[in-house]
T-cell receptor
Framework: EPEVTQTPSHQVTQMGQEVILRCVPI?????FYWYRQILGQKVEFLVSFYNNEISEKSEIFDDQFSVERPDGSNFTLKIRSTKLEDSAMYFC?????????????FGPGTRLTVL | AQSVTQLGSHVSVSEGALVLLRCNYSSSVPPYLFWYVQYPNQGLQLLLKYTSAATLVKGINGFEAEFKKSETSFHLTKPSAHMSDAAEYFC???????????FGTGTRLLVSP
């Protein structure tokens, strides 16, 4: 069964450093998303991406964040200068352009720890 | 704006007992509602979804949920809990654009023998 994959599973970085979180969505999906979950809190929407551009973003997704689909398979989230409060689990999701467009499939997440 | 409220951060049941996890939503447009399950150290897996068809929705692993517009609720039930049901359950709402999911705070289900 097709699945969303994410790398790395755990990333540790120093405050102020740039990080790139990588995702490989399901191959025929057209819509891509990033969410985050701070430990003990709810899952929060960050950004959605379609047709090579951002279609919606939350207030969390400020200038420090960017997304890119550099090739036909990867979808990345970059945090330019990490802060302590960026420590969280980051989930990538994708959905299809056919009848499954309303179902988002989630990856296993990347745990980001900012020291 | 859309929002979801899940009552009870923790629910404990005995194996074989009824599972009831509560979810109430707020939406100014017709909502689309979802239940996701998260097992330890794993991602979110869709249990079931309501997308304006039948109000009683059946999902995987014996779970079902009923959309009640008058009560703005979408509670998740399972007639008989199994030890393997122990996990975190999230209710989520979206609008017809499906641009984003708005999640509740989650309910941790504990199942005792």
């Amino acid at each position: 069964e097709p699945e969303v994959t994410q790398t790395p599973s755990h990333q540790v970085t120093q405050m102020g450093q740039e990080v790139i979180l990588r995702c490989v969505p399901i191959s025929n999906h057209l819509y891509f998303y990033w969410y985050r979950q701070i430990l003990g809190q709810k899952v929060e929407f960050l950004v959605s991406f379609y047709n090579n551009e951002i279609s919606e973003k939350s207030e969390i997704f400020d200038d420090q964040f960017s997304v890119e689909r550099p090739d036909g398979s990867n979808f990345t989230l970059k945090i330019r200068s990490t802060k302590l409060e960026d420590s969280a689990m980051y989930f990538c999701a994708s959905s299809g352009g056919d009848t499954s467009f309303n179902e988002q499939f989630f990856g296993p997440g990347t745990r980001l720890t900012v020291l | 704006a859309q929002s979801v409220t899940q009552l009870g951060s923790h629910v404990s049941v005995s194996e074989g007992a009824l599972v009831l996890l509560r979810c109430n939503y707020s939406s100014s447009v017709p909502p689309y509602l979802f239940w996701y399950v998260q097992y330890p150290n794993q991602g979110l897996q869709l249990l079931l979804k309501y997308t304006s068809a039948a109000t009683l929705v059946k999902g995987i692993n014996g779970f079902e949920a009923e959309f009640k517009k008058s009560e703005t609720s979408f509670h998740l039930t399972k007639p008989s809990a199994h030890m393997s049901d122990a996990a975190e359950y999230f209710c989520a709402v979206s609008d017809e654009s499906f641009q984003k999911l708005v999640f509740g705070t989650g309910t941790r289900l504990l199942v005792s023998p």
